[in-house]
Nanobody, 113 residues
């Protein structure tokens, strides 16, 4: 079955950086678009970034210029490089096979001011 596993979250000061990873199994990773979402406490889950199977990317306005999504098909992994982090980036970050019901378990990102 399809499995997605995120890693790389943690506690960081404002202005710092983190790189999230999401490794997949049980599917042909290279043919699917992938996405990163986040959910802050008492807020709805929101789309952060997507990457197509061809490498085209899209970002939420709130993270443009700070976050970069990328993929390594040989490693079945999608990444989210997060720079210039802000306290409002604090959330649980989820990996998703885009527009599917396949989700990872999430990884907590906390940005202190």
């Amino acid at each position: 079955q399809v499995q997605l596993a995120e890693s790389g979250g943690g506690l960081v000061q404002a202005g710092g950086s983190l790189r999230l990873s999401c490794t997949s199994s049980g599917m042909i990773f290279s043919i699917y678009a992938m996405g990163w979402y986040r959910q802050a406490p008492e807020k709805q889950r929101e789309l952060v970034a997507t990457i197509s199977n061809g490498g085209s990317t899209n970002y939420a306005d709130s993270v443009k210029g700070r976050f970069t999504i990328s993929r390594d098909n040989a490693k079945n992994t999608v990444y989210l490089q997060m720079n210039s982090l802000k306290p409002e980036d604090t959330a649980v970050y989820y990996c998703n096979r885009y527009r599917s019901n396949y989700w990872g378990q999430g990884t907590q990102v906390t940005v202190s001011s």
